[in-house]
């Protein structure tokens, strides 16, 4: 079921995540790239590099966010798209183990995944626009440090013109300060 129906806003980090695939050229060979976003904050918390699309791509990428957040991510919905890594048997196992709740949208409409597809549009725009990576570990150091970036310095409008990371760390604080009061 779509559990998001494309509202890409989240009242809380850990509401909800999107994840998504994308690839770059690396010589003559591809680069397949997940990630998974926190809808609240727009911070890459996990993500997976792999010269393949099968399904342990976006599994490693969520076993990555699910350890960013420290392991408690029950109730957490994840929206994707239809592709077969998001379909699968061990994608769900892997879902139903840590309590997440899969989403996704409608087959062949990027719009329902949108706000993935813009940070897929962005990361290539600013990384690999009009590049051409010559060998793998130079394609991984240059979108880790690119993911690096984005997470610790790109500013949002939607963020109040903070990185996600700046987003995430004034929410926690706001969060210890209400606690106190």
Same mark, same amino acid.
């Given at each position: ?26 010589? !003559?060979?591809? #680069? ?16 997976? /590099?792999?010269? *393949? /699309? ?9 076993? !990555? ?31 139903? @183990? *840590?309590?997440?709740?899969?989403? /996704? ?7 329902? $995944?949108? @706000? ?12 690999? *626009?009009?590049? @051409? ?17 984005? $997470? ?6 939607? #963020?109040?013109? @903070? ?8 929410? *926690?604080?706001?969060?210890? #300060?209400?606690? !106190?009061?």
């Amino acid at each position: 079921a779509d559990l998001v129906q494309r509202d890409f806003t989240a009242s809380t980090l850990d509401e909800k995540w999107c994840g998504d695939i994308t690839y770059v050229q690396v010589g !003559a060979a591809w #680069l397949c790239l997940a990630c998974v976003i926190d809808i609240r904050s727009r911070r890459v918390v996990g993500w997976s /590099m792999a010269p *393949h /699309m099968r399904a342990e791509l976006v599994i490693d990428a969520l076993q !990555a966010a699910v350890a960013t957040r420290g392991g408690n991510v029950t109730g957490v919905i994840f929206h994707a798209d239809r592709g077969s890594q998001y379909t699968s048997a061990a994608f769900a196992q892997v879902c139903d @183990l *840590h309590g997440i709740r899969r989403s /996704m949208g409608r087959v062949g409409s990027s719009y329902d $995944n949108a @706000l993935a597809e813009s940070f897929w549009q962005g990361l290539k725009r600013e990384t690999t *626009h009009r590049k @051409l990576f010559l060998t793998m570990p130079q394609a991984r150091l240059e979108i880790f440090q690119r993911l690096t970036y984005y $997470n610790a310095r790109r500013r949002h409008s939607a #963020l109040g013109y @903070l990185s996600p990371m700046e987003f995430e760390q004034q929410h *926690h604080q706001t969060a210890r #300060l209400q606690l !106190a009061a």
